[in-house]
């Protein structure tokens, strides 16, 4: 167990819907990173939260947004859904700063089927 | 998109043999980190290596880093059926700023027969 926990664990939604996955991190970690991962593909980087700012982004468009609270607890929120948004959602905590690199602890993830 | 390949995209050996993956990558990285994902489930760290490292062990896994061919290899000693998972490799590249994230590559699909 590495002390993420993600929510939920199964969701169905219909394309055009909006999506808000959550996220709570590691006690002590001030980073949380969100990962796509498609059937049979390594995760995908979709965006990475450090004390409560957006801190890089990967190619994906802007209807893919995220939030940290204070706890450094994180929400992934995805609007107008399409089919190719199914997937297994990841996310990671980390300890972050100016030059770290560390290694990542993952959450079980949340799988999003789209109909 | 992804960082790289990983070689064998499956592996199916007995238990007590040795698995061997390997990982290849594109860019200049920081460090490389190999991770493991039982049943499409989130994944378990399993170790890191800097850039200025070749060799590292932890118990019965032993990684190798080659800069410049951008390769690097997993091995697993003495394999259990409990090491039926995927194994991923992940970079990490060398920039400026706090951004930590990870590269993935393809995965290698290990599978330990009883």
């Known amino acids: 167990e590495t002390g993420v ?7 169905i939604k219909t394309r055009g819907q ?3 996955l959550r996220c709570s991190s590691q006690s002590g970690h001030n980073t949380v990173s969100w990962y796509q991962q498609a059937l049979g593909q390594g995760p995908q980087f979709i965006f990475q939260y450090y004390r409560e700012e957006e801190n890089g982004r990967g190619n994906f468009p802007p209807r893919f947004s995220g939030l940290q ?3 450094y607890s994180s929400e992934l929120n995805v609007n107008a859904l399409e089919l190719d948004d199914s997937a297994l959602y990841l996310c990671a905590s980390s300890l972050g700063g100016v030059l770290s690199r560390n290694e990542q602890f993952f959450g079980p993830g949340t799988r999003l089927t789209v109909l | 998109s992804q960082q790289g390949e990983e070689d064998p995209q499956a592996l199916s050996i007995q238990e007590g043999e040795n698995a061997t993956m390997n990982c290849s990558y594109k860019t200049s990285i920081n ?3 190999w991770y493991r994902q039982n049943s499409g489930r989130g994944l378990v ?10 060799e590292k062990h932890s118990g019965r896994l032993r ?7 951008k390769s690097s290899s ?3 000693t003495a394999s259990r ?3 039926t998972a995927s194994y991923f490799c992940a970079t990490v590249q060398p920039y400026g700023g706090a951004t930590n994230k990870l590269i993935f590559g393809t995965g290698t699909l290990l599978a330990v027969q009883p």
Not at chain 2, 45 to 54: A, D, F, G, K, P
Not at chain 2, 63 to 69: A, C, E, F, G, R
């Open chain 1, 5 to 11: 926990t993600q929510s939920p664990t199964h969701l």
């Open chain 2, 45 to 54: 760290h399993l170790i890191l290596i800097r850039s200025n490292e070749r």
């Open chain 2, 31 to 33: 460090n490389l980190q």
């Open chain 2, 81 to 83: 059926a409990a090491d």
């Open chain 2, 63 to 69: 990684v190798t880093l080659d800069t410049s061919k």
């Open chain 2, 74 to 76: 997993l091995l697993i």
């Open chain 1, 69 to 71: 609270f204070p706890n």
């Open chain 1, 18 to 20: 909006q999506v808000t």
